[in-house]
């Protein structure tokens, strides 16, 4: 049996760049599927915002991403995906995918032995949230869940500070109480944070595995979509790239970001 | 001769927490005059969006101040006053002040000897908009200006992490070209830039002297008002805060930026 393909693009958006380790995974992981990008930089960032705020962008960076005909959404942003996606899915007709349900299912399936120490950080709108702490104990109800929120590792990351000595120090100072008291498995709830692995590998030593959503995503993504992804053997059209505002800026900290993800173009449109 | 008193409010905007070290400064010029303060904070910072995004919000923002009846406006962001001034001059009939011209003319004011050597530190927008070292040339032509953005000290200032060693050691590092061959003035560039006077100066040391544009700001205001702010001995009303987002935020952050301003109730206000 043979299923017919959907050749519409996927939709992915971010309040920034964050989302981008987000999408290379699913470039990986979908080699034939066409994908829009769209980074709301003119109101980054989300996680600082209040949650009816958060929900009002989430929604409307979707109306445009739904006008471009997509056959399904991902919200490559912890902050929206926590606060942004029962009104999303209430609002779509076509599939829609957060970051925090595949990252809660990764952290348990690394879990072993009887502890279940894990650790979530992430923006101050996503861990006010608790919807990683929600999700966890709906998995694994014993789960100890400790959360902590690093406002600063976005704009670190952001302004590609993030091999000067003051970050590692500024690592080192936020996670301090992971440090004293360890997790299991620490839960990347941002974006951006996987940028900054290998100096929180370093602060938080071997006995901490991380989990970062970006790989969980892509298999997540392949069972909601399910028949329309058996793919022909046609060519990837052209990724496309939008922002709300600062287009130059986007394409400079993402290729600071991902030097490996060419960016051709990047459109800036008005939602 | 007596004039007669304008009871209506001043006007004073940021993008943030920021304008409220200007607002100190000018409830303590003025003590009988009433305030309405606005923090656009459901769209800080201004400081990475595009010179077109900075001036429609500052227009936006100037339009709510204008409905609230305010008979002047103070630009109390660097960003909103590097990049939207004559636009908002042209939108509004009353008086309308930023902090770029008032800071030059401070700096101006403490050179001293043939060097004339002066730095500035500001957000890349403020710093791209080269407003700065203009306004510096038109007052002294033969003056040497150096420009350098220093994004990351609005986030610390922000998440109140002014006092960590991680910070102190970003401070030193941002700053490293004014160490390598030092200003004699140094303008803050930003308005939470002031809360980081003390450490900026552990790291700089006594040859620099910094200049804030607050208290140049209280005596330009002065100056524009003229007439109408020969005062009454009356009580002034209590000033009004009003933000764009998460107004409780806002409080938290005002109360460690700014412990001595009481400030009362905050209103959520959109655009």
Redesign the interface.
């Known amino acids: 049996m043979s299923y017919p393909y959907d050749h519409r693009p996927i939709g992915i958006f971010d309040s920034g760049v964050g989302g981008l380790t987000v999408l290379q995974e699913l470039l990986s992981g979908f080699p034939r599927e066409t994908f829009i990008y769209l980074g709301d930089?003119?109101?980054?960032p989300y996680g600082?915002?209040?949650p009816a705020?958060v929900q009002r962008y989430t929604i409307q960076v979707a109306e445009f991403l739904l006008r471009q005909n997509v056959k399904g959404l991902v919200a490559a942003c912890n902050t929206a995906s926590a606060l942004g996606l029962p009104a999303l899915r209430a609002h779509c007709s076509i599939p829609v995918l957060g970051v925090i349900e595949p990252g809660c299912q990764a952290a348990v399936g690394l879990l072993r032995g009887e502890k279940n120490r894990v650790g979530v950080i992430g923006t101050?709108a996503t861990i006010a949230s608790d919807a990683y702490a929600r999700s966890l104990a709906l998995l694994v109800p014993e789960c100890q869940v400790r959360s902590l929120s690093c406002?600063?590792f976005?704009?670190?990351v952001?302004?590609g500070?993030t091999s000067?000595?003051?970050?590692q120090?500024?690592i080192?100072?936020s996670l301090q109480p992971f440090i004293d008291d360890p997790v299991d498995v620490l839960i990347l709830g941002c974006t951006h944070y996987p940028i900054l692995k290998p100096k929180i590998a370093q602060v938080l030593g071997s006995g901490t595995t991380m989990v970062d959503s970006a790989q969980e995503v892509a298999l997540a993504l392949n069972r909601m979509m399910g028949a329309g992804f058996i793919l022909p053997a046609s060519q990837r059209e052209s990724i496309r790239f939008f922002v709300t505002?600062?287009a130059a800026?986007f394409r400079e900290v993402a290729a600071r970001f991902l030097p490996q993800l060419e960016i051709k173009t990047v459109d800036v449109v008005d939602l």
């Open positions: 930089t003119a109101r980054v600082t915002k209040s705020t101050h406002p600063l976005v704009p670190v952001e302004e500070w000067y000595p003051s970050s120090l500024l080192r100072e505002d600062a800026r």
